[in-house]
């Protein structure tokens, strides 16, 4: 139910990219199986994770390190994003993350703007 809501909220924005941050991929297959019409750049901690995401339709999927602070974890995908030439600053973006809360995890589905 989330991430299709994301796929709604970033195509009625318009060309708003999604961002899942995975350690599994199946964000990332949930994503590709709904077919969005805007960009999905998935990241991902594990070499196994990335080889399984290039596979899925609609997914560019990075490498990159997670780190023990999720917002530098989310600043480094735009910034690698921003070297690419992908997204630009003041651009919107959905991000898909979850987080360890009281020892449970929560999904999160964010609308952030490049800094």
């Known amino acids: ?12 924005l318009g060309e708003t990219p999604i961002l899942p941050f995975t350690k599994t ?3 990332g297959e949930i994503l590709s199986s709904l077919r969005c019409k805007v960009p999905v750049f998935a990241f991902t901690d594990r070499p196994k994770v990335l080889r399984h995401l290039l596979t899925l ?4 999927p990075f490498m990159m390190e997670f780190e023990k602070d999720p ?8 910034d690698r994003l921003i070297e690419r030439g992908w997204v630009k600053k ?3 973006l959905v991000v898909i993350t979850n987080a360890l809360a009281h020892g449970r995890v929560i999904d999160t589905l964010q609308l952030r703007y490049v800094d």
């Open 1 to 12: 139910m989330m991430l299709r809501s994301a796929k709604i909220l970033a195509e009625e």
């Open 25 to 27: 991929g199946q964000l």
């Open 57 to 60: 339709w609609g997914i560019e």
């Open 71 to 78: 917002e530098q974890t989310i600043k480094d995908a735009f």
């Open 90 to 92: 003041g651009q919107a």
